[in-house]
């Protein structure tokens, strides 16, 4: 809980790339809401970005470009509180002392990791860790940290991160039994599936889930031709102008849904039952969609990626709020442990 008696949710998100409308349905948006309901934090997990990503300029880059993505989201930095990672060190400290109270077996469970050895084992590589960095094994004992480093309350994420969230409430777990002389030193925190998580996912370009891994995204913010052009790039079966066509097996129409209005909706879907509507003029009418939705969204994403943005400071800010929190829980980690 904060002073202002809400309880906290943490939402971490990893700048690996170009923020695209899949990531905005499934995950930005249904994000937003939290703000609403909870005393709302979201960072930039730069840190956990660097498992993967090996170029200097692309991080900062991405960094500031999914900061700026969800400030221009929608998100109120009066309200909630936004920063990077790599702004709070108290992070590593902690780190480290709950890789301390971590088992080790535990960690090798941990999907990510297996996933990886999976693969090393499927290519028939003899040495399964092969390709295989230290950051990826401790991934989990870092989201942890960035958990109870801020007293979260509840944690919402997808199905593919929920095991981290369980790993964090087992090392806090940990943690209390062996230093807390039964006192909950760190908070354990819950985890929560956001309520507009469908399991919807968002088709790409060439009907496939719309992913940065299969290069089929429709980037977020992109300039109203480009993103004409990307709308006009998604494939469509070969039914006839006139003919009826079925609505919910169409990529172009799966992807309208999301951003129209239920009018506008509910009145594609009779026409197109109807026939009479070829794929040509739903894509214009998607386009046109996205571009009236993202436009202002759009325009107030460039003016924050703009050098001397207020982007810099309000992520000061955010860090220095971050900040409190961190030393106040890492105080207690200190003095239970007898770290001086
Ligand atoms: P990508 O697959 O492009 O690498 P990420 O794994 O970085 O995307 O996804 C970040 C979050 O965005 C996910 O947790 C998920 O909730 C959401 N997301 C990604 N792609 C889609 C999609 N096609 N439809 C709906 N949500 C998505
Ligand atoms: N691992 C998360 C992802 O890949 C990002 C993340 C890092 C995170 N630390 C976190 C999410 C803490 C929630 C809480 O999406």
Redesign the pocket.
Known sequence: MTTSGRKVSLTG??P??EP?????????K?ALELAEQYEAMYFIADYHALTTVRDPELLRHYSRSVAATWLAAGLDPERITMYLQSDVPETFELTWILSCVTAKGMMNRAHAYKAARDRNAESGKEDLDAGVNMGTYNYPVLMAADILLMDSDVVP??K??SQHVEYAADIAGSFNHLFGGGKPVLKIPALVVPEA?TG?????TDGR??????DN?IPLFLESAKLKKLVRRIPTDSTPVEDPKDPDSSSVFQILEQFATPDVTTDVRKRLEAGGVGWGELKNTLFEVLDEKLGPLRARYDELMLPGSELTDLLAAGADKARVRAREVLGRVREATGIQ
Request: no cysteine; proline share 6%.
């Open positions: 998100i990893k690996t790339g695209h409308i899949g990531n905005y349905i499934g995950a930005i249904p994420v997808g593919d991160q998580d919807k996912t968002l088709p790409g889930k719309m992913s940065k891994s299969y995204t």
